[in-house]
């Protein structure tokens, strides 16, 4: 088979410059609607009388309506005749008289009309793919109908996978085998069938169909028809393409033998057909009127025609040397009429342009005839074009040379570098070029790539390019060239300018990112900026080295300092939006893949990108852009600030994709951010090998992933988190983080929030890598199986744990797990409560009371048994480089990490300074105590030694607590107050 069983829903591809137009029905039966949807249950059809409660049944549908008739709405998705697990051949979806079935609807819309549908956009695919090794297993028939008559229609499909080499009429037809039946089938793609007999569809027993805007491409028939046979059959066909398909006889058509009447073939278009004994485009014993039609490169080997009755062909182009036919007004080339190796769209030189009947018109709707067709083409395309319809099933739209690549909107560069500007053309050459800049001709700029060294600011202007072919000229649309003399440039919405102020400011950010001079800045007012103003989902802004991105600007400034404040982790997020939402609005699966997208740019630190919001990307493609909804860095290592990543969605990293990349993150809010794809994960980062991702002050909030790291997923490479909040996000596995392989990962003064996982790890999964967790907070995170951490070996790998001076709480028992022996969790300094295990070290402490200040708070309380409760040979450093004892110099809140010299257990220390003894003594000697005084009512007061209240002494302290060696000796008449 050619792929999976189950998984065949993104299996299949439409393939080949042949595309479907849509007709709508002029009938509409809305009364008797049934909706199917491949996502839906395989519920009772006869309640599927809607979107919102549509069935997988897609057989079960078309039953339902056997009585009443109707309509089967059925939306993008694949589609088996038999339901997993059964693999019976000889089960194929039937259809009936008086049902439609309308395929192309969005199966994500539950408000989809019939004008929502879009076959050749949402892809329905009738599958006899239901086996497991290759074609021998697959169903005889992908569809069959018997007795059917012009009420039963089939109308926006793809038919596949059909293998009719079974016995009796199991030999025919693979994808549709009809008998006695004239169905309607509009709009169908019949691709990679195969039968003894009509590999795609077979006829048989006087039947009748009408096909319009079909294609029939890669079907094989071990005997007759490899795309189409008739036995004892007519057949009507317009605007219907046979490519690629093979016979031993007949390889698009075999028209066997008619009953009483003939096929007539229609602006259709045979080539690269392949007949191995007789017949590459037709081989027929019957009668064939053939008009309007293309007949090219279909003999390989065997005759095109291959005709024992009568073929008549008139206004039809034919290959050189083709025989078998008989009638007027034909004609015969020696080269291709079309403009590709890959598709039947003519080219404008082409000999069928203009070129059939004279009589031939278009009406609204059937009877159709030679001279009257309908409106349209095989591509939805107009049927006239030029006064006079081609030949063929795709009318010809454009000129006979076509530009196809050429720079739009503004090419800019900065002053002093070279122009470049190149256009590509298609059609009959050769071809001459001329250049032009403001309508005056450039002098030697004779070539399709224009050429400007050394710019100066006087080269800015407008230029377009004059393309000369064989039959015409073609202009390029206009190219606007700017060379930019300025060190920074300004961009706003519906600026028209050249940038060099506000007031003069540009509109299109990209331009003025491509501007922009070394060591440059682009400052960006308020305003959303999309990547393309089209629908490229391709489309997305790229960074550059040495030019920096500003955004949140009102569009006054002249200062930096001027600026709003914007930093998102603070609430304080741009005004500047870069958005992906380039479709409907109500959808994101027209959105540009990346927002922001730096493919192998080499991007390093100079390039910054400073005061933006990044949303609505959709990175969930199955080729190249499968990570990065919000942003996507491949070997590219830019500085990310005061940015909040939103409602982006990918495969695999849906805020931000990492791979081969050393970003260096500061005070980013990554927010609501999806990851869709099982296997891995990352709901707002997903990093990627050999990089060393650097995070400071980046808060994870409400990010989701199918698999692993709702948060962050880091595999095989590096990262440093500090100062980080990971809170609300969920997973299957490692609801904050998930880590996965031997680099190291550190995560320092970052708290861990009430995180999720529906599996393993709900703040942390660590598969077979090495984690550091020194000075951080966890609280109230959940999972089945470690509920604050998963910590488990792979193979010969172990995953190592280090966590030190954290603070632990609120998990429930089993909060910790080690899946076995060779998998270490080392942790010293700690504090957590009585149900959390797996932390054994005499420095760890286990309280019963919260720590905290308050619920859900995780600043600590005044009498937190955490405060300078951690490693006492911890100190702070400035040089980045963080460790077990080499602290960042401030705590979460950006407050002093060690306070009252020794630091706390957590991610944030208590600021009080706490008065503590250094010997033992009596309270009212000031030696004693670290403040070098007598502690006041206003202290906090740790006794760490014993001390002796004086006979009649009143003593004074805030709050008290003792460690493990303070005590505290009273005397006659003394007293201790505690409190203001």
């Given at each position: 088979?050619?792929?999976?069983?189950?998984?065949?829903?993104?299996?299949?591809?439409?393939?080949?410059?042949?595309?479907?137009c849509?007709?709508?029905?002029?009938?509409?039966?809305?009364?008797?609607?049934?909706?199917?949807?491949?996502?839906?249950?395989?519920?009772?059809?006869?309640?599927?009388?809607?979107?919102?409660?549509?069935?997988?049944?897609?057989?079960?549908a078309?039953?339902?309506?056997?009585?009443?008739?109707?309509?089967?709405?059925?939306?993008d998705?694949?589609?088996?005749?038999?339901?997993?697990?059964?693999?019976?051949?000889?089960?194929?979806?039937?259809?009936?008289?008086?049902?439609?079935?309308?395929?192309?609807?969005?199966?994500?819309?539950?408000?989809?009309?019939?004008?929502?549908?879009?076959?050749?956009?949402?892809?329905?695919?009738?599958?006899?793919?239901?086996?497991?090794?290759?074609?021998?297993?697959?169903?005889?028939?992908?569809?069959?109908?018997?007795?059917?008559?012009?009420?039963?229609?089939?109308?926006?499909?793809?038919?596949?996978?059909?293998?009719?080499?079974?016995?009796?009429?199991?030999?025919?037809?693979?994808?549709?085998?009809?008998?006695?039946?004239?169905?309607?089938?509009?709009?169908?793609?019949?691709r990679?069938?195969?039968?003894?007999?009509?590999?795609?569809?077979?006829?048989?027993?006087?039947?009748?169909?009408?096909?319009?805007?079909?294609?029939?491409?890669?079907?094989?028939?071990?005997?007759?028809?490899?795309?189409?046979?008739?036995?004892?059959?007519?057949?009507?066909?317009?605007?219907?393409?046979?490519?690629?398909?093979?016979?031993?006889a007949?390889?698009?058509?075999?028209?066997?033998?008619?009953?009483?009447?003939?096929?007539?073939?229609?602006?259709?278009?045979?080539?690269?057909n392949?007949?191995?004994?007789?017949?590459?485009?037709?081989?027929?014993?019957?009668?064939?009127?053939?008009?309007?039609s293309?007949?090219?490169?279909n003999?390989?080997?065997?005759?095109?025609?291959?005709?024992?009755?009568?073929?008549?062909?008139?206004?039809?182009?034919?290959?050189?040397?083709?025989?078998?036919?008989?009638?007027t007004?034909n004609?015969?080339?020696?080269?291709?009429?079309?403009?590709?190796?890959?598709?039947?769209a003519?080219?404008?030189?082409s000999?069928?342009?203009?070129?059939?009947?004279?009589?031939?018109?278009?009406?609204?709707?059937?009877?159709?005839?030679?001279?009257?067709?309908?409106?349209?083409?095989?591509?939805?395309?107009?049927?006239?074009?030029?006064?006079?319809?081609?030949?063929g099933?795709?009318e010809y739209?454009?000129?006979?040379?076509?530009?196809?690549?050429q720079?739009?909107?503004?090419?800019?560069?900065?002053?002093?570098?070279?122009?470049?500007?190149?256009?590509?053309?298609?059609?009959?050459?050769?071809?001459?070029?001329?250049?032009?800049?403001?309508?005056?001709?450039?002098?030697?700029?004779?070539s399709?790539?224009?050429s400007?060294?050394n710019?100066?600011?006087?080269?800015?202007?407008t230029?377009s390019?004059?393309?000369?072919?064989?039959?015409?000229?073609?202009?390029?649309?206009?190219i606007?060239?700017?060379?930019?003399?300025?060190?920074?440039l300004?961009?706003?919405?519906?600026?028209?300018?050249?940038?060099?102020?506000?007031?003069?400011?540009?509109?299109?950010?990209?331009?003025?990112?491509?501007?922009?001079?070394?060591?440059?800045?682009?400052?960006?007012?308020?305003?959303?900026?999309?990547?393309?103003?089209?629908?490229?989902?391709?489309?997305?802004?790229?960074?550059?080295?040495?030019?920096?991105?500003?955004g949140?600007?009102?569009?006054?400034?002249t200062?930096?300092?001027?600026?709003?404040?914007?930093?998102?982790?603070?609430?304080?997020?741009?005004?500047?939006t870069?958005s992906?939402?380039?479709?409907?609005?109500?959808?994101?699966?027209?959105?540009?893949?990346?927002?922001?997208r730096?493919?192998?740019?080499?991007?390093?630190n100079?390039?910054?990108?400073?005061?933006?919001?990044?949303?609505?990307?959709?990175?969930?493609?199955?080729?190249?852009?499968?990570?990065?909804?919000?942003?996507?860095?491949?070997?590219?290592?830019p500085?990310?600030?005061?940015?909040?990543f939103?409602?982006?969605?990918?495969?695999?990293?849906?805020?931000?994709?990492?791979?081969?990349?050393?970003?260096?993150?500061?005070?980013?809010?990554?927010?609501?951010?999806?990851?869709?794809?099982?296997?891995?994960?990352?709901?707002?980062?997903?990093?990627?090998?050999?990089?060393?991702?650097?995070?400071?002050?980046?808060?994870?909030?409400?990010?989701?992933a199918?698999?692993?790291?709702?948060?962050?997923?880091?595999?095989?490479?590096?990262s440093?988190?500090?100062?980080?909040?990971?809170?609300?996000?969920q997973?299957?596995?490692g609801g904050?983080?998930?880590?996965?392989?031997?680099?190291?990962?550190?995560?320092?003064?970052?708290v861990?929030?009430?995180?999720?996982?529906?599996?393993?790890?709900?703040?942390?999964?660590?598969?077979?890598?090495q984690?550091?967790?020194?000075?951080?907070?966890?609280?109230?995170?959940?999972?089945?199986?470690?509920?604050?951490?998963?910590?488990?070996?792979?193979?010969?790998?172990?995953?190592?744990?280090?966590?030190?001076?954290?603070?632990?709480?609120?998990?429930?028992?089993?909060?910790?797990?080690?899946?076995?022996?060779?998998?270490?969790?080392?942790?010293?300094?700690?504090?957590?409560d009585?149900?959390?295990?797996?932390?054994n070290?005499?420095?760890?402490?286990?309280?019963v009371?919260?720590?905290?200040a308050?619920?859900?708070?995780?600043?600590?309380s005044?009498?937190?048994?955490?405060?300078?409760?951690?490693?006492?040979?911890?100190?702070?450093?400035?040089?980045?480089?963080?460790?077990?004892?080499?602290?960042?110099?401030?705590?979460?809140?950006?407050?002093?990490?060690?306070?009252?010299g020794q630091?706390?257990?957590?991610?944030?220390?208590?600021?009080?300074?706490?008065?503590?003894?250094v010997?033992?003594?009596?309270?009212?000697?000031?030696?004693?105590?670290?403040?070098?005084?007598?502690?006041?009512?206003?202290?906090?007061?740790?006794?760490?030694?014993?001390?002796?209240l004086?006979?009649?002494?009143?003593?004074q302290?805030?709050s008290?607590?003792?460690?493990?060696?303070?005590?505290?000796?009273?005397?006659?008449?003394?007293?201790?107050r505690?409190?203001?």
């Amino acid at each position: 088979m050619n792929f999976a069983r189950f998984p065949k829903r993104n299996a299949f591809r439409w393939v080949g410059a042949v595309g479907l137009c849509l007709l709508l029905t002029t009938l509409t039966l809305a009364q008797n609607i049934r909706y199917v949807n491949a996502l839906a249950s395989y519920a009772n059809p006869a309640s599927a009388t809607s979107w919102a409660t549509a069935t997988s049944n897609l057989q079960g549908a078309i039953n339902s309506l056997s009585a009443t008739g109707g309509q089967v709405w059925v939306a993008d998705g694949v589609y088996f005749p038999v339901p997993a697990p059964s693999f019976d051949r000889s089960v194929s979806f039937t259809l009936l008289n008086g049902v439609e079935l309308y395929g192309g609807f969005p199966n994500n819309n539950p408000g989809a009309t019939m004008s929502d549908r879009q076959p050749f956009r949402w892809r329905t695919i009738l599958s006899g793919d239901i086996g497991a090794i290759d074609v021998v297993d697959n169903s005889y028939h992908v569809l069959t109908g018997v007795g059917l008559n012009n009420t039963a229609v089939l109308d926006g499909f793809a038919i596949a996978g059909g293998s009719a080499d079974g016995p009796g009429t199991d030999r025919f037809g693979g994808g549709l085998y009809i008998r006695n039946s004239s169905p309607i089938v509009r709009n169908c793609r019949f691709r990679n069938n195969s039968a003894t007999s009509g590999g795609g569809l077979n006829n048989d027993d006087k039947s009748n169909p009408l096909l319009i805007n079909c294609a029939f491409e890669n079907n094989r028939a071990a005997n007759v028809g490899g795309g189409m046979a008739n036995t004892v059959s007519n057949a009507t066909l317009i605007n219907c393409s046979f490519v690629n398909n093979t016979a031993s006889a007949g390889a698009g058509l075999a028209n066997n033998s008619n009953n009483g009447g003939s096929t007539q073939l229609t602006n259709c278009t045979f080539w690269a057909n392949v007949g191995f004994a007789i017949g590459g485009a037709i081989s027929n014993s019957g009668t064939v009127g053939l008009s309007n039609s293309i007949l090219w490169n279909n003999n390989r080997g065997a005759t095109a025609i291959g005709n024992s009755g009568t073929l008549v062909a008139t206004y039809c182009l034919i290959e050189n040397g083709a025989t078998g036919y008989t009638g007027t007004n034909n004609l015969t080339a020696t080269v291709s009429p079309f403009a590709s190796t890959s598709g039947v769209a003519l080219n404008g030189c082409s000999l069928a342009v203009n070129a059939a009947n004279p009589a031939s018109t278009t009406v609204n709707s059937p009877p159709y005839s030679a001279t009257a067709l309908p409106t349209t083409d095989l591509l939805g395309n107009p049927r006239f074009s030029d006064g006079r319809i081609d030949m063929g099933a795709i009318e010809y739209q454009g000129p006979s040379v076509v530009i196809t690549s050429q720079p739009s909107g503004v090419l800019a560069a900065c002053q002093g570098t070279t122009v470049t500007a190149a256009v590509s053309v298609s059609g009959v050459g050769p071809f001459a070029y001329q250049w032009f800049r403001n309508g005056t001709v450039v002098s030697g700029a004779t070539s399709a790539t224009l050429s400007v060294p050394n710019a100066q600011s006087t080269a800015s202007g407008t230029y377009s390019l004059s393309v000369t072919g064989a039959c015409l000229s073609v202009t390029t649309i206009p190219i606007n060239v700017l060379v930019n003399p300025f060190s920074r440039l300004y961009i706003k919405p519906g600026g028209t300018g050249n940038g060099s102020s506000w007031n003069t400011a540009l509109s299109d950010l990209q331009v003025g990112i491509n501007a922009s001079c070394p060591n440059g800045q682009v400052w960006v007012a308020a305003g959303t900026y999309r990547p393309t103003s089209g629908h490229d989902r391709t489309a997305s802004f790229s960074l550059r080295n040495q030019v920096s991105l500003l955004g949140g600007f009102v569009g006054t400034e002249t200062l930096l300092s001027q600026r709003p404040p914007v930093n998102p982790v603070n609430a304080q997020p741009s005004s500047s939006t870069l958005s992906g939402e380039i479709g409907d609005p109500n959808s994101l699966t027209d959105n540009s893949y990346n927002v922001v997208r730096n493919n192998t740019d080499w991007l390093d630190n100079t390039a910054v990108l400073d005061g933006f919001v990044i949303t609505s990307g959709n990175g969930s493609s199955d080729t190249d852009f499968i990570g990065g909804g919000g942003m996507y860095n491949l070997v590219s290592n830019p500085v990310v600030q005061n940015c909040l990543f939103a409602n982006n969605i990918s495969n695999l990293g849906g805020g931000l994709y990492n791979s081969s990349a050393n970003p260096v993150l500061t005070n980013c809010l990554f927010r609501a951010n999806r990851a869709t794809k099982a296997a891995y994960g990352g709901g707002g980062i997903y990093n990627y090998g050999g990089n060393q991702a650097t995070m400071t002050n980046c808060v994870f909030l409400s990010n989701t992933a199918v698999g692993g790291g709702g948060g962050v997923y880091n595999t095989l490479g590096s990262s440093q988190c500090v100062g980080c909040w990971l809170q609300d996000n969920q997973a299957a596995e490692g609801g904050g983080f998930y880590q996965y392989g031997v680099p190291t990962t550190k995560f320092v003064n970052s708290v861990f929030l009430n995180n999720r996982a529906t599996s393993n790890g709900g703040a942390i999964y660590n598969q077979y890598g090495q984690i550091q967790l020194i000075n951080s907070t966890f609280l109230s995170n959940s999972a089945t199986v470690g509920r604050w951490l998963s910590n488990t070996s792979e193979g010969d790998s172990n995953g190592q744990a280090l966590v030190v001076n954290c603070l632990i709480w609120g998990h429930a028992p089993g909060s910790v797990y080690v899946s076995d022996a060779t998998s270490t969790i080392t942790s010293s300094y700690c504090l957590f409560d009585p149900s959390t295990n797996g932390l054994n070290s005499p420095t760890n402490l286990t309280a019963v009371g919260s720590p905290f200040a308050s619920t859900g708070s995780v600043v600590l309380s005044a009498n937190s048994p955490a405060i300078n409760a951690g490693n006492p040979a911890s100190v702070t450093t400035n040089d980045g480089l963080y460790s077990a004892t080499s602290l960042p110099p401030t705590d979460f809140l950006g407050n002093p990490r060690i306070v009252s010299g020794q630091v706390d257990i957590g991610a944030i220390e208590y600021q009080q300074v706490i008065a503590f003894t250094v010997k033992t003594g009596s309270w009212d000697d000031p030696t004693v105590w670290s403040v070098n005084r007598v502690p006041t009512a206003a202290d906090a007061v740790e006794l760490r030694h014993m001390v002796s209240l004086p006979p009649s002494y009143t003593a004074q302290a805030g709050s008290l607590r003792y460690k493990a060696t303070g005590r505290l000796k009273t005397s006659a008449e003394s007293l201790l107050r505690i409190g203001l």
